[in-house]
């Protein structure tokens, strides 16, 4: 009885900086510096000033690192980083020894754009989609902003080797020193393009029903678990996400389904985005369920502070807490949420693309 009673005191005292295990680490705590994209990858290989920024971060419980694209085909953006040959493996491998230096855990966030790109990242070749629909807006080119255009829709024989470029890219990540993988599967990417049926009317065995819309996700995650193993292998999701032009009739069973899915597969955690990144809120969806629904660690991401952070683990609706801009703009956020520390202004002007200026030159308390 007493036993007990000690164990429940313990849960109930968890917070941001409570230890936890994940993929075979234990983390100093449960902070997750979230994927950004920052564009500062010169020839799609990371570099020694991405090293430095990434190892200033190293205090966090667990980086994943911005979206990394696991082909050519996978391009998006410019100046974003890959992880499918030696000269970007070596480049990481720099970055991965950096953060390990200072005692750090880092994950590689594995990208493919899908429709949000532009044929001027291929040679002129369509982006490859589920389905032909083009996605409204503009891409991000290196001629500046132009419109979308309607995608290639992906032929049945054409997805074992979309599952292999996947398998590809963990192998990479492993090569050059990750400690896992996280499929992106959120913010309106070919993962997320398959899931929902505003961009998938396939009518195969990759379309209509939530099993054939959710298939790809699991042999991406089964390609990448066989590969490096499963607890090395995280998934992101974005449910109420309208960023990109993506939607679903109904995201609250499409997402339930999600996270049966990837449940019983031992896999390292769930990262959900919790928030839309284009301002839309949905009140009839619950978190909770998709919480209640998988079995492994769930990391909430959307608009968190310090407090929020400690009291959604203090109420066990989150086991670990990721945070973005707030990571961009303090290196030392863990220490400056330890000690009630003001935190540095973001400088949104330097986000994507440039030098250090706005990247590895904002101030810790220490250089303060």
Not at 80 to 96: E, F, S
Not at 99 to 110: C, D, N, R
Not at 145 to 174: D, T, V
Not at 253 to 270: D, E, K
Request: charged residues 20%.
């Amino acid at each position: 009885m007493e036993q007990k009673l000690e164990q429940r005191e313990a849960e109930m005292n968890i917070n941001l900086f409570s230890p936890i295990a994940l993929a075979g680490h234990t983390l100093n705590n449960r902070m997750v510096m979230a994927p950004l994209t920052r564009n500062r990858a010169a020839g799609s290989v990371a570099n020694t000033m991405m090293a430095k920024y990434y190892a200033q971060r190293s205090s966090a419980g667990l980086i994943i690192t911005e979206g990394t694209q696991i082909s050519e085909q996978g391009v998006g953006y410019p100046a974003t980083p890959g992880i499918y040959n030696q000269h970007q493996i070596d480049g990481w491998k720099r970055v991965t020894d950096a953060v390990h230096a200072q005692g750090g855990t880092i994950f590689a966030q594995l990208w493919h754009c899908g429709r949000i790109s532009h044929p001027s990242f291929h040679n002129g070749e369509l982006p490859v989609a589920p389905s032909a629909i083009k996605p409204a807006g503009e891409a991000v080119t290196y001629e500046g902003m132009q419109p979308f255009i309607e995608p290639r829709a992906l032929s049945n024989e054409e997805i074992p080797g979309i599952i292999e470029q996947y398998r590809h890219a963990a192998a990479c990540a492993k090569k050059a020193g990750f400690d896992g993988v996280e499929i992106h599967a959120a913010n309106g990417y070919l993962v997320d393009q398959f899931i929902r049926d505003g961009s998938n009317i396939r009518t195969d065995q990759y379309g209509g029903s939530l099993e054939n819309r959710t298939r790809l996700l699991l042999q991406i995650v089964t390609a990448a678990g066989d590969e490096i193993g499963f607890h090395k292998v995280g998934v992101r999701i974005s449910p109420i996400n309208a960023f990109n032009d993506i939607s679903d009739s109904a995201p609250q069973s499409t997402f339930n389904h999600v996270a049966s899915s990837l449940s019983g597969l031992g896999l390292a955690y769930l990262h959900v985005v919790e928030a839309s990144m284009s301002g839309e809120t949905s009140v009839d969806f619950d978190m909770q369920q998709l919480r209640d629904r998988f079995d492994g660690l769930y990391i909430a991401n959307g608009g968190y502070d310090h407090n929020r952070g400690n009291q959604s683990i203090a109420e066990n609706r989150a086991d670990m807490i990721a945070f973005g801009v707030p990571f961009l703009a303090n290196p030392d956020l863990p220490e400056r949420f330890r000690t009630g520390a003001a935190l540095n202004t973001p400088d949104q002007a330097t986000f994507y693309g440039g030098d250090e200026h706005g990247y590895t030159d904002y101030p810790t308390l220490e250089s303060e």
